[in-house]
């Protein structure tokens, strides 16, 4: 029958991946928290930071940011196996617990710093997992054709995390500055993560999660509910069949090893990729800006607590619109290494400009309001934004999540994941010295990064419109040849026979065997 597209058609699909991703929302969310609970005078003063030197204050800051990050980073590490062993929505359940208590402890500390750098890090724990397992699950449940799109929505919740922080840090600016006034920002984390724990036991397992530890009744059964069909259906059959098929080739390529995988030819390539195109990501400038927009927007003149927020904010919804525009519009029309190509050089070319009219008009500290060179700084902050959104914000997501094969997508996710954080850690810590210590340089140093990350992405192999089966193909693991003699084997060895027990479904389900 002729391939379905309509979003009623993968509706389950798009359900699915929303669900999972209420966890990105707090990714996004708890990103964007922190440089804005840094502005507030409450929390500045419930924390014993308004008598701090200037440089003693940007250190307590690059703590209070930074501390996320290092948690997010072993959660993504401790995430691989973990979902390896137990399931994707399992360790997703497993991992919403761990947010719950950071986010608890973080709303109830007295002012206690230890105790919020406590709570901070174990939401972190939450973050990095979910940062890793949620991309791992929405790829392996997506259809090929719109794969890109379902995937990508990834970015679109994390920036709607990010501007939500803004704009309720932004409201309670209008608040008597007791602790209520930072607490109900951190406080608001325990809502979309109890919403998804409440959700999440009614969630499919991923079918290629579980054709890879040989349960392939269930993802059959799995994969149909999904793609709303029967277990009969043609199209059905095909896509379960291929998975089957590149889970046997794992196998034999493989000798049953797991993490060893990554170190043999056509796998090798892959973990660097997602190595390097996330420290490309988070070396780009944007992960600064998105860290400490309050700040950087008072570096360039914008000043006041409430009017730097609001810039946050508007900034904030830049991001969604561009985000969600390329998202359903874009990544399956221009693909992905154009899409990175392109935006990576437009990034660096603002970054140029941004740099360029601060060394030349720099902000007067004692002017009443923004000077125009001020706000033309803004704007090209706010031009910035439009080409990472359709470039290295979303795209780095799409891709990792797709270019690894069943038995090492999980450990591909983490290092994907893990770099992430690292380079988080690592940006978010020292952003305030390097907004402190460089001026308009920081533009010039990120900007430069852009021109050899435009280069490198040019050279990135297209996977747009490809199978998740297809990917050991286009880089090297097997050859086209040995995968069609696969499919074909697979395909006429297949017994079925009815077994309405184990699918404790209605008559006419089937068990499946494997050759």
Known sequence: MPQQTSIWQHSRAYVLALAAFMGIFMFGYDTGLGGGLIVLPSFLRDFDMLDLDAQALANRKGNVVSILQGGCLAGALLAAPLTDRIGRQKCLIVNCFAFLLGASL??????????????????????G???????????ELSPK???????????????????ASYWITYGVQFMEPTSAQWRIPVGFQLVPVGLMLCVLPFMKESPRWLATHHRDELALKNLAWIRKTSID??????????????????????????WKEAFIPGNRIRFF?????????HWSGQNSINYYAPDIFKSIGIKGASTSLLASGIYGIVKIVA?????????????????????????????WIIGAIFNTHPPDANAANPSGASLGMAACIYLFVIPYCFSVGPVPWVYCAEIFNNRTRSYGLM????????????????????????????????????????????????????ALEDMDVLFGLIDADQRRADLARAEAGRSIEKDDDLLDEKPGDTKIERV
């Open 415 to 466: 290092t994907a994941s893990a770099t992430q954080w690292l380079w988080n850690l690592i940006v978010s810590r020292f952003t305030p010295n390097i907004v402190l210590s460089l001026k308009h340089g920081g533009f010039f140093f990120f900007a430069s990064i852009n021109i050899f990350a435009t280069i490198a992405a040019f050279f990135l192999p297209e996977t747009k419109g490809l």
């Open 323 to 351: 985000t969600a525009i390329f998202i359903f519009f874009g990544i399956e029309r221009f693909g992905r290494r154009w899409s990175l190509t392109i935006g990576l050089g437009l990034m660096s070319l603002f970054l």
């Open 129 to 139: 997992a979910m940062s890793m397992v949620c991309p791992t699950y929405v790829s």
């Open 145 to 163: 054709h719109i794969r890109g799109r379902i995937t990508g929505l990834f970015q679109v919740i994390v920036v709607i995390g990010v501007a």
């Open 233 to 258: 259906d043609e199209e059905t059959r095909a896509e379960f069949e291929e998975i089957v098929a590149s889970v046997a080739e794992e196998e034999a390529v493989t000798g049953g090893r797991t």
């Open 273 to 281: 990729i997602a190595f390097a195109i996330f420290t490309f990501q």
């Open 106 to 127: 973080m709303t109830a500390s007295p002012g206690n710093l230890g105790m919020f750098y406590g709570g901070r890090f174990t939401v972190g724990l939450g973050v």
